[in-house]
């Protein structure tokens, strides 16, 4: 495994980070084909085993029991040093409106919850999970200032965020003396590209780490068409993201498909191969064992210029899909 630092912190992370969406009670949540507790324990001690240190889950998945299927995992696997938690947080709901709570409330009452699901007393990395419209950003820096402030967090994160949005808080908080946000976790793949155009060069500039979900677009980009698994069935939120640009996307799949028959490795290994030269540390998801394989596989992978370019010359722009 190899290990960099993550934006400009003192965080020091694999380029791989394990995320938990995959791991939770199946009747508790968003999703039909996550994985029970003893199944996720063995998903991350493979991790741990390989030299992933880098974590990320979200109190939102399965309605927090993968917060308490990773914490639970984590305390009998790894000293809390030794490892690099993320959680994240959704935006107010209609009934906090009602009532009056603040943003930085919300921000307090969200961590402590998953503090207590990870049976921790910080994480490592929390993270805005997407744009709150609702909800002034100033409130939202300042609950993550009170935060870091009540050490129950050591560095903030954003996802599913627009560049503009990034630069417009980190500018609130710099004015304010509050923490920045140091990492973006978007939507990103050789099938979905559309943050190259800002994001990527928005982040280079300003030093901050890229951890982008659906690298695999939820398992298209790491099988052969015509091969099938019950996420690809089930998982009715991919199927909104990449449905409708299948056709486009045929002629990149089979190219990363005809590349890693040639050089005798997964076409995971292929597709996060690709996403590592431009990012800090790609999330996957990973159900059984071979995924994780193939996803540490892809850190010492080479591509050379040529197969770069015939995997990104397909591509075309795409409607903007996801959070």
């Known amino acids: 495994m190899q290990y960099t630092t993550l934006g400009p912190s003192d965080l020091e992370v694999s380029r791989i980070c394990l ?22 324990r063995a998903i991350v001690q493979q991790a741990l085993d390989a030299g992933i240190n880098f974590l990320d889950t979200a109190i939102v998945y399965q309605n ?29 709901t209609d009934e906090e409106i009602e009532n009056g709570v603040s943003g930085q409330q919300h921000v307090r009452d969200n961590l402590d919850m ?17 744009w709150d419209w609702r909800t002034p950003i100033e409130e939202i820096m300042e609950g993550f200032a009170n935060a870091g402030a009540a050490g129950k967090t050591r ?33 990103m793949n050789l099938l979905f590209r559309e943050d190259e155009r800002e994001m990527l060069p928005c982040a280079q500039e300003e030093g901050i780490a890229l951890t982008p979900y659906s690298s695999l677009a939820s398992g298209r980009l790491s099988r052969r ?28 799949i089979d190219e990363v498909r005809r590349i890693a028959e040639a050089r005798g490795v997964t076409m995971t290994t292929v597709s996060l191969a690709w996403l590592l030269t431009k990012v800090t540390a790609p999330i996957i998801g990973a159900t059984k064992p071979h995924h994780l394989d193939g996803a540490v596989a892809a850190v010492d992978f080479e591509l050379s210029d040529s197969e770069i370019a015939a995997l990104e010359r397909p591509y075309q722009p795409h409607p903007i899909v996801g959070v």
């Open 225 to 252: 068409p015509g091969e099938t698994s019950r996420r690809l069935r089930e998982d009715s939120f991919a199927h909104g993201k990449y449905d409708a640009a299948a056709a486009m996307d045929a002629d990149i």
């Open 19 to 40: 995320g938990c969406m995959s791991f939770g009670d199946a009747g508790n949540g968003q999703h039909s084909w996550t994985l029970d507790e003893e199944s996720s």
């Open 155 to 187: 560095y903030i994160g954003a996802a599913n965020i627009a560049a503009w949005q990034l630069e417009k808080a980190n500018a609130i908080a710099r004015e304010h003396g509050w923490p920045q946000f140091i990492s973006v976790q978007n939507h």
């Open 64 to 92: 927090g029991t993968s917060e308490e299927y990773l914490g639970r995992a984590l305390s009998s696997m790894a000293a809390r040093d030794d490892v690099v938690v993320a959680t994240k947080f959704l935006p107010r």
């Open 114 to 130: 998953s503090l207590r699901h990870l049976g921790m007393d910080h994480v490592d990395l929390y993270i805005y999970h997407m």
